[in-house]
């Protein structure tokens, strides 16, 4: 079927891919965008596999302050100079920062949570599905469910992205790899939270995060 020029460019616009991508996968899809863009999402996605191999050495680090109570300083890498100036670039280290504000990780990925704190959160878990009554050969099967959201809350390339809670940070990660031509790797970042570890009233600021930026 022959494709229009405006179902090419708004799917340009919703994906950031290339005219020539979008128009081929267009013609792919049969003109059915929204299959399109999932279409361009797998492809770029692949891509993106490839590109985190390379070193990232570059990048920018960010500081994000709420309300004088949350701060937080993160470190963002990229392959080249040029892309740490990216002004796409800037914007998502910007929201990693709020992300690590709002969600609080303890990590930034799975495979740095040390295997001791995962081994004793499996026996957590394990008691208590016990305790709900689960036989045991039931619970040790539930603990492989339960993990994972675990990693969830401690791990911030497994969080929902806070500007939309349907995207996995990893997955966006990838995107803004495919989308800007290379490696991009989120490498560390320190929270700190006023009167953290000394006793006080009960408040919620990452909460408070959380509601100011998505509202």
């Known amino acids: 079927m022959a494709i229009s020029a405006g179902l090419v460019k708004e799917l340009r616009e919703r994906t950031g891919a290339g005219m020539l991508d979008c128009k081929k996968t267009l013609e792919e899809t049969n003109g059915d965008i929204e299959k399109a863009i999932d279409l361009l999402r797998e492809k770029g996605l692949s891509k993106a596999a490839k590109k ?10 960010e500081a994000y302050i709420h309300g004088g109570r949350i701060g937080v300083l993160i470190e963002v890498n990229t ?7 990216n002004e796409e670039f800037k914007v998502f280290v910007k929201d990693m920062a ?7 990780p303890k990590y930034v990925s799975v495979d740095e949570v040390p295997q001791d704190e995962i081994d004793k959160e499996k026996e957590i878990l394990k008691h208590q599905a016990i305790n709900e009554g689960k036989p045991e050969h039931i619970a040790e099967k ?9 990693f969830k809350e401690v791990c911030l390339l497994e969080q929902p992205f806070i500007k939309d809670t349907d995207v996995i940070v ?6 803004k790899i495919a989308k800007i ?7 560390r970042f320190v929270r700190y939270q006023v009167g953290e570890g000394l006793e006080k009233r009960e408040e919620n600021f990452a909460e408070e995060v959380a509601k100011q930026i998505n509202g």
């Open 79 to 85: 392959e080249t100079d040029f892309v740490a100036k």
């Open 142 to 150: 539930m603990v492989a469910g339960r993990i994972e959201k675990y």
């Open 170 to 175: 990893k997955d966006l990660l990838s995107e």
């Open 52 to 61: 985190a191999g390379r070193i990232a050495s570059e990048g920018i680090v």
């Open 181 to 187: 031509g290379e490696n991009i790797k989120i490498r």
């Open 98 to 104: 709020m992300q690590v504000a709002a969600s609080n």
